[in-house]
């Protein structure tokens, strides 16, 4: 699981993102890339099941690069819980991405194999995403 090994708080406030991300919005390390194209938390297991899919389909040829953390903690309390008593305790942790962020990159494959592997991934994340290329 993709967690900080520490934090400053346990909890954290929702706090949506609606803007374009200003960072991480083009390729630093691979080919190509797999770009959201809205706004929203990515859970560690949408991640993982993004990245093992392209690990799959390529073979695990290439490297593959996983450009976002999950480092916001997502509170849930228990089922059956009256209200009030204070904030639950940690369920999850989640990636907090903006419009235009990379999520993973590819280097070492040709462009099709790249691009069907990019596409897979992409289904197993929760926002719209488009494949993307060096110039």
């Known amino acids: 699981m993709a967690q900080p090994k520490k934090l ?3 909890r954290q406030f929702k706090r949506r993102a609606k803007a374009v991300s200003p960072r991480g919005t083009s390729l630093a390390f691979g080919d190509f890339g797999l770009k959201v194209l809205g ?3 990515l859970t560690e297991k949408e991640i993982e099941a ?4 392209v690990a799959h389909f390529t073979k695990r040829e290439g490297k593959i690069w996983i450009r976002v953390f999950t480092d916001k903690p997502v509170t849930r309390k228990a089922a059956g819980t009256r ?3 204070g904030k639950g305790e940690t369920d999850h942790f989640v990636a907090g991405v903006t419009a235009g962020r990379i999520i993973y990159e590819i ?3 040709e462009k099709e194999i790249a691009q069907e592997a990019l596409r ?3 289904h197993k994340i929760s926002l719209r995403t488009t494949f993307v290329e060096r110039k």
């Not at 993004?50 to 899919?53: C, E, L, W």
């Open 8 to 10: 400053k708080f346990r």
């Open 107 to 109: 280097a070492g494959v």
């Open 83 to 85: 209200m009030g008593g």
């Open 50 to 53: 993004g990245r093992r899919a």
């Open 120 to 122: 897979r991934a992409g």
């Open 39 to 41: 706004s929203g938390f």
